[in-house]
């Protein structure tokens, strides 16, 4: 997940398989501590057209965004981020359990958020981005 206005990603989620209900829950446990946002862009994986992220996002206010099936450019944040997601992570990581792969994605999430500096936020890295927002809308 990637937070569009901050640049953040609050959540990476290792699985062997990604269905609505597991996506649904991780966005309920997010919620907790972020949250509710007001809209999800989303593609058009099963996980997303699942009844179960339908249910979630009409029960908690939220709006499911869809981009037009083959046009992954309408998502060019989380495009960007997959990529370098893969290239940096997931395709030289060895991941000798489910328990691994979450600890290596989490260390990779936190240097992602806190360590670099993205040039579309003013060359700060999102959790600075976000507390400089924070501390002028409080």
């Known amino acids: 997940m990637i937070d569009k206005f901050s ?10 398989s990604l269905t609505g209900v597991k996506v ?3 966005l309920q446990r997010l919620a907790v501590t972020r949250g509710y946002p007001r809209t999800i862009t989303v593609d058009n994986g099963s996980e997303f057209i699942s009844a179960a992220l339908d249910e979630w996002a009409h029960k908690n206010g939220v709006t499911l965004d869809f981009i037009r099936p083959g046009k992954p450019v309408e998502n060019a944040f989380i495009e960007s981020f997959n990529g370098r997601l893969r290239d ?3 395709n030289v990581s060895v991941f000798h359990s489910l328990e691994d792969a979450q600890e290596k994605l989490e260390a ?11 040039s579309s936020i003013q060359n700060l890295t999102p959790t600075e981005f976000a507390e400089q927002h924070r501390k002028r809308t409080a």
């Open 7 to 16: 640049r953040e990603c609050p959540l990476l989620e290792a699985s062997f």
């Open 24 to 26: 649904a829950r991780a």
């Open 88 to 90: 940096e992570c997931l």
């Open 108 to 118: 990779w999430r936190k240097d992602y958020n806190d360590v670099r500096p993205h």
